[in-house]
Protein backbone atom coordinates (compact mmCIF):
# COMPACT_ATOMS: atom_id res chain seq x y z
CA UNK A 1 0.00 0.00 0.00
CA UNK A 2 3.13 2.30 0.61
CA UNK A 3 3.15 3.55 -3.39
CA UNK A 4 -0.69 4.45 -3.32
CA UNK A 5 -0.46 6.11 -0.24
CA UNK A 6 2.19 8.37 -1.06
CA UNK A 7 -0.08 9.44 -4.17
CA UNK A 8 -3.10 9.74 -2.54
CA UNK A 9 -1.27 12.22 0.08
CA UNK A 10 -0.36 14.35 -2.25
CA UNK A 11 -3.70 14.85 -3.64
CA UNK A 12 -3.18 13.06 -7.04
CA UNK A 13 -6.88 11.46 -7.58
CA UNK A 14 -6.99 7.66 -8.43
CA UNK A 15 -8.53 6.54 -11.75
CA UNK A 16 -10.84 3.21 -12.35
CA UNK A 17 -13.22 1.37 -10.39
CA UNK A 18 -16.66 2.70 -8.99
CA UNK A 19 -17.00 5.79 -6.94
CA UNK A 20 -19.05 7.42 -4.29
CA UNK A 21 -19.99 11.03 -4.54
CA UNK A 22 -16.84 13.02 -4.04
CA UNK A 23 -14.34 9.99 -3.67
CA UNK A 24 -13.50 6.92 -6.26
CA UNK A 25 -13.04 3.01 -5.24
CA UNK A 26 -9.31 3.66 -4.92
CA UNK A 27 -9.60 6.54 -2.84
CA UNK A 28 -11.72 5.31 -0.12
CA UNK A 29 -9.82 1.94 -0.03
CA UNK A 30 -6.49 4.62 0.81
CA UNK A 31 -8.37 6.51 3.18
CA UNK A 32 -9.29 3.03 4.88
CA UNK A 33 -5.94 1.84 4.93
CA UNK A 34 -4.49 4.92 6.30
CA UNK A 35 -7.48 5.19 9.07
CA UNK A 36 -6.69 1.78 10.32
CA UNK A 37 -3.00 2.22 10.31
CA UNK A 38 -3.29 5.47 13.09
CA UNK A 39 -6.21 3.31 15.09
CA UNK A 40 -4.43 0.08 15.06
CA UNK A 41 -1.07 2.40 16.02
CA UNK A 42 -3.07 3.97 18.99
CA UNK A 43 -3.91 0.55 20.01
CA UNK A 44 -1.06 -0.41 19.96
CA UNK A 45 0.50 2.54 22.03
CA UNK A 46 -2.34 2.17 24.44
CA UNK A 47 -0.64 -1.24 24.77
CA UNK A 48 2.66 -0.41 25.73
CA UNK A 49 1.68 2.79 27.84
CA UNK A 50 -0.17 -0.32 29.88
CA UNK A 51 3.33 -2.09 30.11
CA UNK A 52 5.36 0.53 30.92
CA UNK A 53 7.04 0.82 27.67
CA UNK A 54 5.99 4.58 26.81
CA UNK A 55 6.20 7.18 29.69
CA UNK A 56 5.02 10.81 30.56
CA UNK A 57 2.37 11.82 28.54
CA UNK A 58 0.18 9.80 25.71
CA UNK A 59 -2.92 11.46 24.16
CA UNK A 60 -4.56 9.24 21.98
CA UNK A 61 -6.31 10.26 18.63
CA UNK A 62 -8.96 6.52 18.58
CA UNK A 63 -12.49 8.06 16.92
CA UNK A 64 -10.74 10.94 15.13
CA UNK A 65 -8.86 9.16 12.26
CA UNK A 66 -10.83 10.80 9.35
CA UNK A 67 -10.46 14.08 9.95
CA UNK A 68 -6.46 14.01 9.70
CA UNK A 69 -6.71 11.35 6.70
CA UNK A 70 -9.31 12.98 4.92
CA UNK A 71 -7.11 16.89 4.78
CA UNK A 72 -4.49 15.01 3.88
CA UNK A 73 -5.74 13.77 1.04
CA UNK A 74 -5.85 17.22 -0.39
CA UNK A 75 -2.68 18.39 0.75
CA UNK A 76 0.09 18.72 -2.24
CA UNK A 77 4.05 18.61 -2.41
CA UNK A 78 5.08 21.20 -0.42
CA UNK A 79 2.13 21.89 2.06
CA UNK A 80 2.93 21.96 5.83
CA UNK A 81 1.11 20.68 9.15
CA UNK A 82 1.45 21.51 12.16
CA UNK A 83 -0.82 20.31 15.55
CA UNK A 84 -0.87 20.04 18.79
CA UNK A 85 -0.32 17.04 21.41
CA UNK A 86 -2.84 14.54 20.05
CA UNK A 87 -0.39 14.55 17.11
CA UNK A 88 0.41 10.86 16.72
CA UNK A 89 -2.28 10.39 13.67
CA UNK A 90 -1.21 13.88 12.21
CA UNK A 91 2.40 11.94 12.21
CA UNK A 92 1.28 9.11 10.36
CA UNK A 93 -1.24 10.55 7.85
CA UNK A 94 2.27 12.70 6.34
CA UNK A 95 3.74 9.44 5.97
CA UNK A 96 5.99 9.32 8.94
CA UNK A 97 7.49 5.89 9.41
CA UNK A 98 5.40 4.01 12.13
CA UNK A 99 8.48 2.58 13.59
CA UNK A 100 9.98 5.90 13.67
CA UNK A 101 6.97 7.21 15.26
CA UNK A 102 7.36 4.19 18.06
CA UNK A 103 10.70 4.41 19.30
CA UNK A 104 10.16 8.13 19.71
CA UNK A 105 6.95 6.95 21.90
CA UNK A 106 9.18 4.33 23.99
CA UNK A 107 11.83 6.82 23.86
CA UNK A 108 14.72 5.38 21.64
CA UNK A 109 17.23 6.45 19.58
CA UNK A 110 15.72 5.32 16.49
CA UNK A 111 12.81 8.03 17.33
CA UNK A 112 12.17 10.96 14.69
CA UNK A 113 13.52 13.05 18.13
CA UNK A 114 16.10 10.66 18.74
CA UNK A 115 13.92 9.40 22.20
CA UNK A 116 14.08 12.97 23.40
CA UNK A 117 10.74 14.51 22.88
CA UNK A 118 7.91 11.15 23.50
CA UNK A 119 4.32 11.56 22.75
CA UNK A 120 4.19 15.56 22.25
CA UNK A 121 6.96 16.68 20.59
CA UNK A 122 7.90 14.97 17.14
CA UNK A 123 9.36 16.43 14.48
CA UNK A 124 10.27 15.71 10.71
CA UNK A 125 11.45 18.29 7.87
CA UNK A 126 10.76 15.89 5.17
CA UNK A 127 7.56 15.49 5.52
CA UNK A 128 6.66 19.11 6.55
CA UNK A 129 5.39 18.59 9.81
CA UNK A 130 6.30 20.70 12.17
CA UNK A 131 5.13 18.88 15.49
CA UNK A 132 3.40 18.17 18.44
CA UNK A 133 3.16 21.09 20.65
CA UNK A 134 2.51 20.37 24.45
CA UNK A 135 0.96 24.26 24.95
CA UNK A 136 -2.12 24.63 24.57
CA UNK A 137 -2.91 26.72 21.10
CA UNK A 138 0.89 27.53 20.96
CA UNK A 139 0.44 25.68 17.66
CA UNK A 140 -1.50 28.04 16.11
CA UNK A 141 0.75 31.01 15.98
CA UNK A 142 3.25 28.47 15.14
CA UNK A 143 1.47 27.36 11.68
CA UNK A 144 0.21 31.39 11.18
CA UNK A 145 3.71 32.07 11.36
CA UNK A 146 4.57 29.47 8.78
CA UNK A 147 2.04 30.56 6.32
CA UNK A 148 3.64 34.08 6.55
CA UNK A 149 6.95 32.95 5.31
CA UNK A 150 5.27 31.32 2.79
CA UNK A 151 3.51 34.42 1.58
CA UNK A 152 6.45 36.08 1.59
CA UNK A 153 8.30 33.61 -0.08
CA UNK A 154 5.19 33.71 -3.01
CA UNK A 155 4.72 30.23 -3.03
CA UNK A 156 1.75 28.13 -3.35
CA UNK A 157 2.23 26.41 -0.09
CA UNK A 158 -0.51 26.13 2.57
CA UNK A 159 0.05 25.32 6.18
CA UNK A 160 -2.77 23.06 7.68
CA UNK A 161 -2.53 23.81 11.54
CA UNK A 162 -4.87 21.89 13.70
CA UNK A 163 -6.56 22.53 17.11
CA UNK A 164 -9.23 21.35 19.67
CA UNK A 165 -11.95 22.60 20.46
CA UNK A 166 -10.13 23.62 24.13
CA UNK A 167 -7.97 25.56 22.16
CA UNK A 168 -10.27 27.36 20.89
CA UNK A 169 -10.76 30.41 22.78
CA UNK A 170 -7.34 30.75 23.81
CA UNK A 171 -6.36 34.42 23.02
CA UNK A 172 -3.71 33.51 20.70
CA UNK A 173 -6.16 31.88 18.79
CA UNK A 174 -7.63 35.00 18.39
CA UNK A 175 -4.50 37.05 17.85
CA UNK A 176 -3.70 34.45 14.90
CA UNK A 177 -6.97 34.77 13.34
CA UNK A 178 -6.20 38.68 12.89
CA UNK A 179 -2.85 38.40 11.93
CA UNK A 180 -4.11 35.73 9.31
CA UNK A 181 -6.97 37.92 7.92
CA UNK A 182 -5.07 40.96 7.79
CA UNK A 183 -2.36 39.93 5.49
CA UNK A 184 -4.59 37.21 3.92
CA UNK A 185 -1.88 34.46 5.21
CA UNK A 186 -2.54 30.62 3.40
CA UNK A 187 -3.48 28.94 6.22
CA UNK A 188 -6.38 26.27 6.70
CA UNK A 189 -7.43 26.47 10.79
CA UNK A 190 -9.19 23.14 11.46
CA UNK A 191 -11.04 22.97 14.97
CA UNK A 192 -10.96 18.88 16.19
CA UNK A 193 -14.47 19.47 18.14
CA UNK A 194 -14.16 16.09 20.07
CA UNK A 195 -17.30 17.48 22.31
CA UNK A 196 -14.68 17.56 25.76
CA UNK A 197 -11.73 19.79 26.56
CA UNK A 198 -9.66 17.60 29.02
CA UNK A 199 -12.96 16.40 31.44
CA UNK A 200 -15.23 19.58 30.09
CA UNK A 201 -18.19 19.32 27.21
CA UNK A 202 -17.77 22.09 25.19
CA UNK A 203 -21.32 23.29 26.09
CA UNK A 204 -19.98 24.27 29.20
CA UNK A 205 -16.81 26.08 28.65
CA UNK A 206 -17.36 27.73 25.16
CA UNK A 207 -20.01 30.53 24.67
CA UNK A 208 -20.03 29.79 21.15
CA UNK A 209 -21.64 26.62 19.74
CA UNK A 210 -20.69 27.12 16.34
CA UNK A 211 -16.88 27.19 16.49
CA UNK A 212 -16.99 27.40 12.58
CA UNK A 213 -18.34 31.17 12.87
CA UNK A 214 -15.12 32.01 15.60
CA UNK A 215 -13.42 33.56 12.80
CA UNK A 216 -16.39 36.20 11.30
CA UNK A 217 -15.27 39.02 13.21
CA UNK A 218 -11.99 38.65 10.98
CA UNK A 219 -13.45 37.72 8.25
CA UNK A 220 -12.50 34.56 7.87
CA UNK A 221 -15.03 31.94 6.29
CA UNK A 222 -15.98 28.69 7.83
CA UNK A 223 -17.29 25.73 7.65
CA UNK A 224 -18.73 22.80 9.98
CA UNK A 225 -17.93 19.52 8.93
CA UNK A 226 -19.27 15.87 10.14
CA UNK A 227 -15.73 15.10 11.26
CA UNK A 228 -16.45 10.74 11.52
CA UNK A 229 -17.14 10.84 7.42
CA UNK A 230 -13.76 10.72 5.42
CA UNK A 231 -15.16 11.94 2.31
CA UNK A 232 -16.70 14.70 3.84
CA UNK A 233 -13.75 15.70 5.50
CA UNK A 234 -12.09 15.65 2.48
CA UNK A 235 -14.76 17.45 0.45
CA UNK A 236 -14.44 20.35 2.46
CA UNK A 237 -10.68 20.38 2.90
CA UNK A 238 -10.51 20.68 -0.94
CA UNK A 239 -12.95 23.93 -0.96
CA UNK A 240 -10.62 25.17 1.89
CA UNK A 241 -7.79 24.82 0.26
CA UNK A 242 -8.25 26.36 -3.20
CA UNK A 243 -9.87 29.56 -0.99
CA UNK A 244 -6.42 29.64 0.95
CA UNK A 245 -4.41 28.86 -2.85
CA UNK A 246 -6.60 31.74 -4.65
CA UNK A 247 -4.94 34.22 -2.50
CA UNK A 248 -8.13 34.82 -0.03
CA UNK A 249 -6.60 34.34 3.52
CA UNK A 250 -7.61 31.78 6.11
CA UNK A 251 -10.51 29.28 6.06
CA UNK A 252 -11.80 27.76 9.22
CA UNK A 253 -12.82 24.22 9.31
CA UNK A 254 -14.66 22.76 12.65
CA UNK A 255 -14.64 19.20 12.19
CA UNK A 256 -17.07 17.50 14.93
CA UNK A 257 -15.41 14.33 15.80
CA UNK A 258 -15.02 11.74 18.79
CA UNK A 259 -12.44 10.62 20.58
CA UNK A 260 -13.43 7.12 22.39
CA UNK A 261 -10.41 7.00 25.00
CA UNK A 262 -10.04 9.71 27.48
CA UNK A 263 -8.24 12.91 27.47
CA UNK A 264 -4.96 11.10 27.94
CA UNK A 265 -4.04 7.52 29.40
CA UNK A 266 -3.67 8.65 32.79
CA UNK A 267 -7.98 9.93 32.17
CA UNK A 268 -10.55 7.72 33.41
CA UNK A 269 -13.32 9.58 31.68
CA UNK A 270 -16.09 9.34 33.87
CA UNK A 271 -17.55 12.58 32.61
CA UNK A 272 -19.39 11.12 30.17
CA UNK A 273 -21.24 7.85 29.97
CA UNK A 274 -20.37 4.30 28.50
CA UNK A 275 -23.71 4.47 26.26
CA UNK A 276 -22.60 7.79 24.85
CA UNK A 277 -19.25 6.47 23.88
CA UNK A 278 -20.99 3.18 22.58
CA UNK A 279 -23.46 4.99 20.49
CA UNK A 280 -20.48 7.20 18.45
CA UNK A 281 -19.26 3.57 18.15
CA UNK A 282 -21.96 2.01 16.49
CA UNK A 283 -23.63 4.83 14.96
CA UNK A 284 -20.71 7.21 13.83
CA UNK A 285 -17.45 5.03 13.82
CA UNK A 286 -15.52 6.51 10.75
CA UNK A 287 -13.80 3.14 10.30
CA UNK A 288 -16.95 1.26 10.33
CA UNK A 289 -18.50 4.29 7.42
CA UNK A 290 -15.78 3.49 4.96
CA UNK A 291 -15.83 -0.09 5.57
CA UNK A 292 -20.06 -0.01 4.60
CA UNK A 293 -19.43 2.26 1.70
CA UNK A 294 -16.79 -0.31 0.43
CA UNK A 295 -19.08 -3.31 0.82
CA UNK A 296 -21.75 -1.31 -1.19
CA UNK A 297 -19.56 -0.80 -3.86
CA UNK A 298 -18.55 -3.98 -4.31
CA UNK A 299 -15.28 -4.91 -2.67
CA UNK A 300 -15.30 -8.44 -1.03
CA UNK A 301 -14.97 -8.59 2.65
CA UNK A 302 -12.20 -10.62 2.74
CA UNK A 303 -10.65 -7.83 0.65
CA UNK A 304 -11.01 -5.63 3.34
CA UNK A 305 -9.99 -8.47 6.08
CA UNK A 306 -6.71 -8.55 4.09
CA UNK A 307 -6.04 -4.90 4.51
CA UNK A 308 -6.48 -5.05 7.83
CA UNK A 309 -4.51 -8.02 8.98
CA UNK A 310 -1.79 -6.52 6.82
CA UNK A 311 -1.62 -3.13 8.57
CA UNK A 312 -1.68 -4.82 12.02
CA UNK A 313 1.52 -6.59 10.99
CA UNK A 314 3.08 -3.65 10.21
CA UNK A 315 2.17 -2.02 13.57
CA UNK A 316 3.61 -5.28 15.45
CA UNK A 317 6.63 -4.95 13.24
CA UNK A 318 6.96 -0.93 14.44
CA UNK A 319 6.28 -2.05 17.86
CA UNK A 320 9.11 -4.38 17.73
CA UNK A 321 11.13 -2.33 16.07
CA UNK A 322 11.24 -0.07 18.94
CA UNK A 323 11.73 -2.52 21.91
CA UNK A 324 15.00 -3.51 20.01
CA UNK A 325 15.95 0.19 19.20
CA UNK A 326 18.57 1.37 21.56
CA UNK A 327 18.08 4.11 24.24
CA UNK A 328 20.02 7.36 23.78
CA UNK A 329 22.90 7.75 25.03
CA UNK A 330 23.21 9.76 28.43
CA UNK A 331 25.96 12.55 26.53
CA UNK A 332 22.89 12.90 24.02
CA UNK A 333 21.16 15.21 26.72
CA UNK A 334 23.24 17.84 25.56
CA UNK A 335 22.99 17.73 22.03
CA UNK A 336 19.86 19.60 19.64
CA UNK A 337 19.62 22.10 22.40
CA UNK A 338 21.23 25.19 20.49
CA UNK A 339 21.51 25.91 16.76
CA UNK A 340 25.06 26.41 15.47
CA UNK A 341 25.39 29.62 13.77
Not at 231 to 255: D, F, I, K, W
Request: contains cysteine; charged residues 25%; hydrophobic residues 35%.
Amino acid sequence: MAKSAETTRRGRRGRGGSATPGMTERQLLQALHDMLLIRRFEEKAGQLYGMGLIGGFCHLYIGQEAVVVGVQMQLTEGDEVVTSYRDHGHMLATGMDPRGVMAELTGRRDGYSRGKGGSMHMFSREKNFFGGHGIVGAQVPIGTGIAFANRYRGNDRVCVTYFGEGASNQGQVYESFNLGALMRLPIVYVIENNRYGMGTSVDRASASHELAHNGVPWGIPGQQVDGMDVVAVSQAAAEALTHCRSGNGPYLLEMRTYRYRGHSMSDPGKYRTREEIQKVRTEHDCIEQARRRLLQMGVAEDALKRLDDEVKKAIQQAAEFAQASPEPDPADLWTDVLAEA
